[in-house]
């Protein structure tokens, strides 16, 4: 299968995390707001997507309302307009689609786009909202890049727009961060073993597992290192050692020349 390589901007500019949010100035993760705010500094952006009951892209990290919004239950028990009516806590914005992220970006910067496992166990996917993303962005103009914890997610991305550059998001998948995960399936995604079978061209690993030899193995391979999530200078500093480059949120990573 072949690879489709980052292009440069992936790699000189910082990603912010879940676009540039801010809490106290009202620009929540994944919010326009913070789109709007990471185009107009200049940054690269990195958002997340579960799909709605009516099968349209939502960007959006949780699986639930909850916590982002005052209501309640599952993303995908509600349709893109009930989900486009529901305001984000402490922010005029609703909840986007990524039609509309896709709009307000316009191609000014890169775009790393993280589809959220719809398994819910690391399993094989129906491939509803991979291909809602693939004919979401179909003819837009800008850098994109696509990624995903789970593996089957990025196969159908390969299969759907074998075009767009792909990777995998991986971590160090400790048993007890990942629970009900069984520690077995802990360890075989831990060791990064779908990166040749899905044709991806870098991963996005967890900063706090960067010297992990199967990270440096990638990199002599030829893949490139992302990062996440990055929350200091110092770390900043730290982790651009062995990645290419870092997802930041909490202060402002310097730009690249």
């Not at 992936?10 to 185009?39: C, M, Q, Y």
């Not at 709009?103 to 399993?123: A, N, Y």
């Not at 971590?171 to 069984?182: E, G, I, L, T, V």
Request: one cysteine or more; aromatic letters at 6%.
């Amino acid at each position: 299968m072949s690879r489709v390589p980052l292009p440069d901007s992936f790699l000189r500019l910082p990603l912010t995390h879940r676009a540039l949010h801010d809490r106290a100035a009202g620009r929540i993760e994944n919010s326009p707001l913070a789109v709007k705010a990471a185009v107009a500094a200049g940054y690269g952006i990195e958002v997340d997507l579960q799909l709605s009951r009516d099968g349209v892209p939502m960007v959006f990290h949780d699986e639930e309302l909850d916590r982002l919004t005052d209501e309640t239950g599952p993303v995908n028990a509600r349709t893109a307009a009930e989900l486009g009516r529901i305001a984000l806590k402490g922010s005029t914005d609703t909840i986007p689609t990524l039609a509309e992220i896709l709009t307000l970006i316009g191609g000014k910067v890169p775009l790393l786009i993280e589809i959220k496992d719809q398994s819910l166990v690391m399993g094989p996917t129906d491939g509803k909202l991979e291909a809602a993303t693939a004919r979401a962005l179909d003819g837009y103009p800008g850098d994109v890049a696509l990624m995903s914890f789970n593996p089957a997610s990025v196969a159908h991305m390969a299969r759907l727009a074998p075009h767009l550059p792909r990777g995998i998001t991986t971590s160090a998948y400790d048993p007890d961060d990942w629970a009900p995960m069984p520690a077995d399936l802990c360890a075989r995604f831990r060791a990064i073993p779908d990166y040749d079978a899905t044709g991806s061209s870098f991963i996005s690993h967890e900063a706090a597992d960067l010297d992990r030899d199967r990270v440096a193995e990638l990199k002599r391979q030829g893949a490139r290192v992302l990062t996440w999530t990055i929350r200091s200078p110092e770390a900043e500093g730290a982790a651009r050692r062995v990645a290419d480059n870092v997802t930041f949120e909490g202060y402002l990573s310097t730009l690249q020349a």
